[in-house]
């Protein structure tokens, strides 16, 4: 921690001790809500309590919307239900129904009450998926006539841009409140103020419905570059809007989400330290359990050949490269399959084409590792057979694992699973099997046992 | 591919065969840039060429700042130095520079003298490193002085917005270039005409150098929800904007580079279909090496104890469950952590809060997981005394495991070492050597050998 950073909150512990209420509010304003969040977490409870009832409630909303969901729960009942539904209110209607899901019913029905019509909105986003467009979006856009000109837009805009999520597009709406057209803010203000909308708004309105999922609505804006899409119910009628900055959140969590199912676990719902210790644990412990079971399997084919292994004491010791070689080509392919077709670089009709490149870059991974693989067996094992047999089982093992590994999201994905439930572990459970049965019968024919 | 795709794709053939360039024209103008590039998937490299001849260069840029690297280096070898030239001056500078960066040197030089200033331009861009905030900047920004009115900064507006990347933020600069203010366009639309902007401008600009690394400047955005931010030359001169359309790319960029690496593949440049089939291998083989290599030392371990294995041979029969069981317990702790780190929910000073958990959560898993194992290696290794040994090594490996995934994420970082480096594959490996380690020490002690 730097020294200034130390200053600022001795300055804030300050204020809150013996300041005016003035020169704290003065202070909250000149620094941006989100940094406001850092100095937060240096107070104790009821240095923040004192904070949020003296700074005003438009103030605290945009400092509330930036906490984690967990500190969020704890600082409403800091608070008490009337500041906090004070505070909600002023707050993004996305941003407070996500709030209010977090606390437990009674507590939302008390808040929900108290904040009379803003409550309404924020009940009818409650409705919705938290992963669909309608979990997302807010229900603050801007909407005008389009017999409206310029000038009476401008006009418009001026009143209600403070409470807006945003005024960079302008929705334009028919009489029953069907989109019929968009108008951005750039196109606004090259205009002369006496044009009429209707001829210069774009009718060519793409929007998505309120149950689409939250990552094709992030692929919509990463292909057409959005700053912001309107959501539309069954009739095509303007619900809402989801905006730019929300689908940097998408982005963040489907990411998240996919590298934890890869690797094994199941999605943590929230940031690592607001998921608690009993959470963690069950986040892990069913893909464990699964997969330990899966891989007992092993024991019996073990068993099968513990003849083999008796004879020659050294095929035993190769056994644990084996398994991880197959598993690491395994997750390297998976890892990339899944990605290629999260981020939508691999389509479904693409399965030929990888199968076809996964097996020559599988059988170039798998030739220069049998290569190593016969002479460190020939040492580690000390016969010419054993560098033969583990040369030979690796190549198959490399190659086998490569193109299952690739395989295997993209069935997935057929069956409309989750490709990223084929995750690593997964993989190299079921290529272990298949390694073990390649590595004995190899074996077998080579020492003829 | 349905039917309406196929009409639409067949108008555009019939349009390139016989219709006029006027009705081309309209066509490609109408439809988005994005969707163009869907559809020129369709067409043969004459087709798309005669296109891209057609349409006007405005619109023509628009269509290849959306295409792939490689599709953008193939379409300007089919069209020739003069027309790409054409194309490329009216890019964003960022795009241009990408796609330039992507060239072979000869071809680049030829294609910047033909742009002339716009040339210079993309030259200044391509000194900085691709990952950094010079890398992803574009040069297009509005920019105005602090002592002109609203109704100048308006007019100034319709002059340049069609050039500008974005209008949204308006950047204030002094006689020696430095950035001493900034407006949004939501200010400048609510303000009175005849306002000086230094009246209403924030003088609290935030700025990056051109050299931060993009995923710091990645995290500034998500932090601050902005929609665009200045960045900034030693000497606090304005060089250039990154916008948040750019940092979606970045976004998506930094986590499939981070799920490959925890994969253990080195990040691939470029999508999937863009990577050739020796660069596939190249990212993979590198770690596949290394780990077989590291993991070969498995083979030693083994051997010390080939005595304890040849009595008893039940105890090979455990060797892949209790292998992948910390493999998978290892990979599960790491990958949350790695990803903690990386969104910046978890921080260097969590060290001790992270291991605490993770400890107890590993404690819980190893419990439950022991409890399993006792009763399968009973039954599969026929003793109990076979069940106690698996028993207990299953639960010493799954904390061990679970402890050091979580803990060498965190010391990569302290040594400024990326974690994800710490990739899962890694992890099994490390924790494979300590698990035989374990598992025969206690078979030993237990069995008494």
Chains 1, 2 share one sequence.
Request: proline fraction near 3%; aromatic fraction near 6%; glycine fraction near 6%.
């Amino acid at each position: 921690m730097d020294e200034t950073y130390e200053n600022i909150i001795e300055h804030m512990r300050a204020l809150l001790a013996g300041g005016t209420d003035e020169a704290l509010i003065e202070f909250a304003t000149t620094l941006h809500p989100a940094d406001i969040v850092d100095l937060l977490e240096e107070l104790d409870d009821a240095e923040r309590s004192a904070f949020f009832h003296v700074i005003p409630a438009d103030v605290a909303a945009d400092i509330v919307q930036e906490l984690e969901p967990a500190d969020q729960a704890e600082l409403i009942r800091l608070m008490g239900a009337a500041r906090s539904s004070e505070i909600l209110k002023e707050m993004d209607s996305d941003d407070a129904a996500d709030l209010i899901a977090e606390l437990p019913e009674a507590k939302a029905e008390t808040l929900l009450d108290l904040m009379n019509s803003h409550g309404q909105d924020v009940r009818e986003l409650l409705q919705y998926d938290e992963h669909s467009s309608g979990g997302i979006m807010a229900t603050e856009y801007v909407s005008i006539q389009s017999d409206w000109t310029v000038e009476q837009t401008l006009a418009e805009l001026r009143h209600v841009a403070p409470e807006a999520e945003t005024v960079y597009y302008i929705y334009v709406l028919d009489d029953d409140e069907h989109l019929v057209g968009v108008l951005s803010l750039r196109d606004l203000v090259v205009a002369d103020l006496s044009t009429r909308i209707d001829a210069i708004m774009n009718t060519n309105v793409l929007s998505v419905p309120v149950e689409a999922d939250q990552e094709d609505v992030a692929q919509l804006f990463k292909k057409y570059r959005f700053l912001a899409l309107p959501v539309v119910d069954k009739e095509q009628r303007l619900t809402g809007i989801i905006t730019a900055d929300d689908i940097l959140d998408v982005f963040e969590e489907e990411a998240t989400e996919d590298m934890q199912k890869i690797a094994g676990t199941m999605p943590l719902e929230r940031p690592y330290f607001s998921t608690s210790i009993k959470e963690l644990w069950g986040s892990r412990i069913v893909w464990l359990l699964v997969l330990f079971i899966a891989e007992s399997f092993t024991g019996g084919i073990m068993r099968q050949f513990s003849d083999a292994m008796q004879s020659v004491i050294e095929l035993t010791f190769f056994i644990p490269l084996l398994i991880d070689c197959g598993g690491n080509a395994g997750s390297q392919a998976s890892t990339v399959v899944i990605r290629g077709l999260a981020v939508r670089d691999i389509k479904l009709r693409d399965v030929w084409t990888v199968m076809a490149r996964e097996l020559v870059v599988g059988l170039g991974l798998g030739v220069v590792m049998a290569g190593v693989g016969f002479f460190r067996a020939w040492r580690v094992g000390g016969s010419s057979d054993i560098g033969i047999i583990v040369c030979l089982a690796v190549l198959a093992i490399v190659v086998l694992s490569t193109v299952i590994g690739a395989l295997l999201p993209i069935i997935a994905t057929a069956l409309k699973v989750d490709p990223a439930v084929m995750s690593a572990p997964l993989i190299t459970t079921i290529v272990d099997a298949f390694g073990l049965l390649i590595y004995f019968s190899i074996a077998k024919s080579v020492l003829q046992l």
